[in-house]
C-alpha cells in the first residue's frame, strides 16, 4: 500500500521499522549468547549501520526518490513552510492552544482550492492543545515506547502476549 500510494512517510516507517527490528533482534540474539560474535558484531556495529541506512536515502537513487521525493511534491513541502510559519507564531501566542477542534480556524490557512488544511501532525496538536499539551501527548507517547522496549531490551524471555511488546515498542517509535 506504501509503495502503490506513493507515500513518502510510510517509506521512511518502513525504513525505520526495518532498522529497529535489526536492533532488537541483534540485541536479543547477543544478550541469549554472548559468546556468538555474529550478533556482537552486529550490535557493534549497528551505528554504522544505520548511518549507512541514512546515507543510502542521500546518495542511492531510488532510495532518495522514495524518501524525499524527486521534486514533484514540491509544492506540498512549500505549503507545509507556509503552515509552519502561518503557526508557530500562532502557538506562542496562544501557548494554551486553542482547543479542540479549533486548529484549522486558528491556523486560517487555505489550499489553492480554498479548503482549510494542516499538513502537519505536530502543528495540529500544538495549536490545539498548546505546548504543555504537545508535550505531555509526545511525552506520553515516548513513555510508552519506554515503557513497552524496557522488557524488549532485557535478557528475560518474551512468552505468550509479552512478545507483543516487540511490535508494539516499534509502532510507537513509528508514530
Known sequence: VILLSGSRLGVVGGLVTLMAYIFIWAWRQRRKDKRNPFWT?????????????????????????????????????????????????????????????????????????????????????????GIIGFLVYYGMILFAVYTAGKPVLSPQPLNSENALLIPIAVALLNF
Not at 512549500?78 to 501566542?93: A, C, T, V, W
Not at 486560517?108 to 502543528?123: C, Q, S
Request: proline share 3%; charged share 10%; with cysteine.
Open 41 to 129: 558484531g552486529i550490535v557493534a556495529c549497528y551505528p554504522l549501520i544505520f548511518g549507512a541506512a541514512v546515507a543510502s536515502t542521500f546518495f542511492v537513487g531510488r532510495i532518495r526518490a522514495r524518501v524525499w521525493g524527486t521534486g514533484s511534491a514540491q509544492f506540498s513541502t512549500q505549503s507545509r513552510l507556509e503552515q509552519y510559519h502561518l503557526g508557530i507564531p500562532k502557538i506562542l501566542s496562544h501557548p494554551w492552544g486553542y482547543g479542540i477542534g479549533q486548529a484549522g480556524n486558528a491556523l486560517g490557512f487555505v489550499d489553492a482550492a480554498g479548503f482549510g488544511t494542516i499538513d502537519t501532525y505536530y502543528l495540529w496538536i500544538a495549536l490545539e492543545y
